[in-house]
């Protein structure tokens, strides 16, 4: 197939087996399908990290975990005890497994329990030859009804709804199909498969790299999924052009509970608590706690008549955070301290809410500065108890941005002559058009200065032109 060329060649997403060189060593990524993680996993990859990386876990905001600082030889030691705890069930389809999921399905009080949606999923992936050409940028979501996926880019989805139908949605959900839930995951599949094989047939779409990126053509998709679901006999009662948000017909809601640091309600009277990880940099030590006790919640659970074995108490989420579940009300407080002392985020109002960075120096050779080091300083300059900025900051090590969010965002890019702060909206549906800058670009620290202070940094004025950039927002929009 003419994809698999193109793949080979120019798809540069990493895997476990074909890792990403990186200044600082190479870079494995390790799809988590659904979030879900294994205690004893867990307690596997904080050793990796430990014995093998730079002694980190990376969270990334397609919910997968990528260990960086890699020397020679150790991505192959990695990969092997990955296989062999489960994380490596495939090395045809490594890099196309990234699926998100609601991160509460079922426990949240909304939305329906879509795990073997996401276990089928993932198998149907597996299973399927055609689909190791898919690109590794393909996202794919699982919503479990609650709507709390929305402003995840995923590129083919499945939402679940009510009466045992689920859509199935194209492209950024501009187009959806409303199936039975038996038919869902072949729908699904068909339409992957029919993009894998739009992007062969050659043309202007042999260049997109994810579905919106088709100049045309998207509908085949969507007719690819009705075509499975009436060859099943399955009915097919909707199929249309939707908006973004029509689906469930509300058009604003909560950030979704992996978003939130804090305490939320379970369905069954217990309780999930989410710790944001700041800037997705998850420490070996910090790994090993959430494990330890995600192994005791899970031993209750199955010891009790509250839940089944191999029920997963931790989760890892696209927001860079941890989820743990089935706490009860009197282990919620223990838990939420433990975890703070550890340096996770349980505050609902911390400064490091929305705060994100590519990996800048010394992780990338093109950085011109040591972001994640300069957005930690300005965040604990914000301190707990701060306003929650309506707009998130991005820090970029240079011009290229990697991993900034789409849409309304202050971002802080540094330049050689320092960091230039602006709010911009990077989206054209966004409602926020404004863009903002200081009069002059802030200087940055000196090349290499690693972790030692640069001195020449001009702290106060960075906190104010960053407060200034993500506050400005709130003013445009009331
Ligand atoms: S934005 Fe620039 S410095 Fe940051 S990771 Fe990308 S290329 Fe590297």
Redesign the pocket.
């Known amino acids: 197939m003419s994809t698999s060329r193109r793949e080979r060649t120019q798809d540069a997403c990493p895997g476990v087996l074909r890792t990403h060189p990186a200044a600082d060593g190479a870079l494995a990524r390790l799809r988590l399908p659904g979030g879900r993680l294994a205690p004893r996993t867990a307690g596997e990859l904080a050793a990796c990290a430990r014995e093998l990386g730079d002694g980190h876990l990376e969270l990334t905001s397609r919910g997968n975990v990528q260990i960086r600082g890699l020397a020679d030889g150790a991505a192959a030691a990695l990969a092997g005890r990955a296989r062999a705890v489960g994380l490596l069930p495939s090395d045809t389809h490594e890099r196309i497994r990234n699926i998100v999921a609601s991160p509460l399905s079922g426990r949240g009080p909304g939305g329906r329990d879509v795990r073997g949606l996401v276990a089928a999923l993932d198998e149907g992936l597996r299973a399927d030859p055609v689909l190791a050409a898919l690109p590794g940028r393909v996202l794919f979501a699982v919503d479990d009804g609650s709507g709390d996926l929305e402003g995840i880019p995923a590129d083919l989805a499945l939402r679940a709804g009510p009466g045992g139908q689920t859509l199935v949605c194209v492209a950024g959900e501009t187009l959806a199909l409303r199936v039975p839930d038996m038919v869902a995951v072949p729908a699904l599949l068909a339409a992957a498969r029919a993009f894998v094989e739009r992007v062969a047939a050659g043309g202007p779409a042999a260049s997109a790299w994810r579905v919106a990126e088709l100049p045309d053509g998207r509908d085949q998709l969507l007719a690819a999924a009705a075509g499975v679901a009436a060859t099943a006999g399955a009915l097919v009662a909707d199929d249309r052009p939707i908006t973004p948000g029509a689906s469930t017909g509300r058009s604003k809601r909560p950030a979704s509970p992996g978003a939130r640091p804090g305490a939320h309600a379970q369905r069954d009277g217990r309780w999930a608590l989410t710790a944001l990880v700041p800037l997705g940099r998850l420490r070996a030590d910090q790994l090993d706690l959430v494990a330890g006790i995600a192994e005791r919640l899970e031993d209750a659970s199955v010891g009790g008549d509250q839940g089944t074995a191999g029920d997963c108490a931790l989760v890892v989420t696209p927001w860079r955070s941890v989820v743990l579940l089935d706490l009860t009300a009197a282990q919620l407080a223990d838990v939420r301290t433990r975890l703070a002392a550890a340096g996770l985020v349980v505050e609902e109002d911390s400064g490091w809410l929305g705060v994100t960075s590519?990996?800048?120096r010394p992780?990338?050779?093109?950085?011109?500065a040591d972001?994640r080091r300069d957005a930690t300083r300005v965040a604990l300059a914000a301190g707990s108890g701060a306003r929650r900025p309506a707009l998130p900051v991005h820090w970029?090590?240079?011009?290229?941005?990697?991993?900034q969010p789409s849409g309304a965002v202050a971002e802080v890019v540094?330049q050689p002559d320092g960091y230039h702060v602006r709010a911009v909206s990077l989206a054209s549906s966004a409602p926020f058009v404004v863009t903002w800058a200081p009069d002059a670009p802030v200087p940055v620290g000196a090349a290499g200065d690693g972790d030692r202070e640069p001195g020449v940094v001009d702290w106060s004025a960075l906190v104010d032109a960053v407060t200034e950039a993500r506050e400005l927002h709130r003013r445009e929009t009331g």
């Open positions: 590519c990996a800048g992780g990338c050779a093109r950085a011109l972001v970029s090590g240079c011009g290229r941005r990697c991993g540094a």
